[in-house]
């Protein structure tokens, strides 16, 4: 059973840095591609973040650019995502999904909550 | 970037049949995927590639796509099936790989 499990989220100031971790389990981590999704509170989802099965290719979105890092470690199964400079409009629940070529993210995880509160 | 547009919002009458649409310029080079999103609750997966459902989705959910419109039909709507329902695809721009939909609310009244 294919199961993506976040943590790391929670409540941090303005300017300040969270790092999210996305733990995989039932399916061969190395061969998929692998998306970052948020969510705001009562908002719809926006892509954040891509990754490919390698970590060779990757890409933000520009909301994020230059301030959040995404990085795997295919030997522990882990997906990352670091996030500096954190604004308040960065609060949303943080889902990591798995990427197939056809489907698209076709397995999500359950999500973390960031919230950038002063 | 590209956008994909949903309606914000639809109803439908218990078993009857409601068709969610989604525009966009990156949907006359890709497929859309769908996901149906319940309060509190991860996307699921409803539709992929052409009209594929994933293992467990009812085939009560099925789509199309037509130019730059991408549509999820769901035939005999149950009361189960109210939620957000999002629209996905490949980003033609070319600077960011996805793009969601903006999302509709669907009602089952």
């Known amino acids: 059973e294919v199961q993506l499990v976040e943590s790391g989220g929670g409540l941090v100031q303005p300017g300040g840095s969270l790092r999210l971790s996305c733990a995989a389990s039932?399916?061969?981590?190395?061969?998929?591609?692998m998306n970052w999704v948020r969510q705001a509170p009562g908002k719809g989802l926006e892509w954040v973040s891509y990754?490919?099965?390698?970590?060779?290719?990757?890409y933000y979105a520009d909301s994020v650019k230059g301030r959040f890092t995404i990085s795997r470690d295919n030997a522990k199964n882990s997906l990352y995502l670091q996030m500096n400079s954190l604004r308040a409009e960065d609060t949303a629940v943080y889902y990591c999904?798995?990427?197939?070529?056809?489907?698209?993210?076709?397995?999500w995880g359950q999500g973390t909550l960031v919230t950038v509160s002063s | 970037s590209s956008e994909l547009t949903q309606d914000p919002a639809v109803s439908v009458a218990l078993g009857q049949t409601v068709r969610i649409t989604c525009q966009g310029d990156?949907?006359?080079?890709?497929?859309a995927s769908w996901y149906q999103q319940k309060p509190g609750q991860a996307p699921v997966l409803v539709i992929y590639?052409?009209?594929n459902r994933p293992s467990g989705i009812p085939d009560r959910f099925s789509g199309s796509s037509s130019g730059n419109t991408a549509s999820l039909t769901i035939t005999g709507a149950q009361a189960e099936d109210e939620a957000d329902y999002y629209c996905?695809?490949?980003?033609?721009?070319?600077?960011?790989?996805?793009?969601f939909g903006t999302g509709t609310k669907v009602t089952v009244l």
């Open positions: 039932g399916f061969t981590f190395s061969s998929y591609e």
């Open positions: 996905n695809s490949r980003d033609s721009s070319g600077n960011h790989p996805w793009v």
């Open positions: 590639g052409k009209n």
């Open positions: 990754i490919s099965s390698s970590g060779s290719t990757i």
């Open positions: 990156s949907l006359r080079s890709y497929y």
């Open positions: 999904a798995r990427v197939d070529r056809v489907a698209g993210s076709d397995y």
